[in-house]
């Protein structure tokens, strides 16, 4: 069946139809971005206003009240209709998909804080709470299937971006561990709203059997903590001890080869003014920047290093140092380091065969 075909058979279109008053701007809004942006004809009607048709063909027959709060479940029927109607035309129902909650959400005049998929762009989120090392494009919480669990996540996660000043990256973890708890409880069948100190018990016992270190192990527990905390003081769960202290591990830090290195080394550091964040670094490496800068014409606000034209992210430095262990047998390729680890073992060998602190600043920043 060829896309003329498939595009005759549905019904042309028609947003009076028997469908929720929140989704028929929703079609309008998609209807109109695709005719305006997407400039190739054939692209535009058989990865686009095709599957629109379908989706309000749909959102007709399931009664679902909002685009934006499609869940999991709805996706999947979605993406079933779509094949079976469009055989194999390509169409990809997943992104496409994402096309729309990420088209209706950055298109909103305000943050819509309810729907299933949070976009970053749209979060007016300060510069200095991203991180260059990783990039986090959206927050899903898709994976949480009643939608008394998912309620309160997301009104917790609205408070982490709207009231604190954490980064992404911190939101992020905080975000995953939560996540694996209320996941726990789905698989219990418990809301978050029945839960007591006897439920929490029992899965820090859970978590306390993975293979993850003490200070892993007590991160997990006290993100969903501090989770519960907050749910207390808002009156949306009974009142009841949770027994952080009684699980929390011992983890020792490792010791120090120099006497106050770190104390030395940041003492070495300066703060680089006209920025919007303060980046510790030394004056030589500010002074080595601005001539390097100068002389490859690069603007200093850009990145100067990059990786293939790209961010040199965390990921990049993880693949880099995997491919060199297997390279020379170390570990079997397998990653266990952290990036600031290798600056201070760095830094301590340059320490013990007599390296100013200056030098010792260029590499530790």
Sequence with gaps: ?????????????????????????????????IIKSVKNKEESRNRYLLPLKYLLCYVENSGLQDILKMDADQEAEFALLLRKQMGESN???????????????????EINWEANVWYVEKLNISPERYSLSSTIDSFSFLDIRREDNRKMFQEYLKYLFVVTNLNLGTIRIKQTCI????????????????????????????LSMQRISPQGYNNKIRAVTIFLQYLQVKDDINHFTIPVFFYKKKSYPKNCEVKNLDKKLEDSWMKVPGM????PIPDILHLLVLRYSEKNHIDIER???????????????????????????????????????????????????????????????
């Excluded at 708890?181 to 016992?205: H, M, P």
């Excluded at 140092?321 to 380091?337: A, M, P, R, S």
């Design 179 to 206: 996540k694996e708890f209320l996941r726990y409880l789905e698989e219990q069948e418990k809301a978050v709203i029945t839960i007591d100190a006897i439920s929490i018990k029992e899965y820090f016992e859970k």
């Design 91 to 109: 169409v990809n129902a997943t992104k496409f998909i994402a096309f729309c909650r990420k088209t209706l959400f950055l298109e909103a005049k």
């Design 303 to 365: 990145l100067l290093f990059l990786n293939r034209d790209k961010k040199y992210t965390a990921r990049s430095f993880e693949e880099a140092i995997t491919k060199q262990c297997l390279k020379f047998g170390i570990l079997d390729g397998e990653y266990v380091f952290k990036g600031n680890g290798y600056q201070k073992e760095l830094c301590k060998a340059l320490y013990r065969n007599g390296t100013s602190m200056g030098v010792h600043g260029l590499f530790y920043g």
């Design 1 to 33: 069946m060829n896309a003329k075909d498939v595009e005759s058979e549905i019904p042309h279109w028609d947003l009076g139809r028997d469908v929720a008053q929140t989704v028929k701007p929703q079609i309008d809004l998609l209807l109109n971005y």
């Design 276 to 279: 919007n964040r303060s980046i």
